[in-house]
């Protein structure tokens, strides 16, 4: 995870997110600001996360733009963490919030192994 961890640093500081850790998957919320998900391209491939996100936003009426600073173009490519798993990802986006949620491989639960004693004689 240390991977994601650092591309997500080397993010412009104009880019908000929050990346958190449970026992079975990664959640990656960030923020996307006019964002739908119609305007939002998602792709896990290759071990890599890529994120292509456009602000849909329309003057109102009878105005133009004169100075724009809210544009909103994000093309991000993140490393997979080596323990994630893009089977079963999850993505939602929510009043410009994208969440996605990464699982983790393999299994957490506990496996009981039953132990035979082969020196005690059968009674």
Same mark, same amino acid.
Request: charged share 35%; net charge negative.
């Given at each position: 995870?240390?991977?994601? *961890? ?5 993010? &412009?500081?104009?880019?908000?997110? $929050? =990346?958190?850790?449970? !026992? /079975? @998957? ?37 105005? *133009? ?5 809210? &544009?909103?173009?994000?093309?991000? $490519? =993140?490393?997979?963490? !080596? /323990? @994630? ?39």
């Amino acid at each position: 995870m240390s991977a994601l *961890r650092d591309a997500l640093r080397d993010l &412009s500081e104009d880019v908000f997110f $929050d =990346l958190l850790e449970s !026992d /079975d @998957a990664y959640l990656l919320v960030l923020d996307v600001p006019g964002v739908s998900a119609e305007s939002l391209d998602l792709a896990i491939e290759d071990g890599r996360i890529s994120i292509d996100a456009r602000r849909e936003k329309e003057p109102a009426g009878d105005y *133009r733009y004169v100075e724009e600073n809210r &544009s909103l173009f994000l093309d991000v $490519d =993140l490393p997979l963490p !080596d /323990d @994630a798993s893009d089977a079963g990802a999850e993505a939602a986006v929510d009043r410009g919030v994208l969440e996605l949620t990464l699982p983790k491989r393999g299994s957490r639960e506990e496996t009981t192994i039953d132990i035979v004693d082969e020196g005690s004689e059968p009674g």
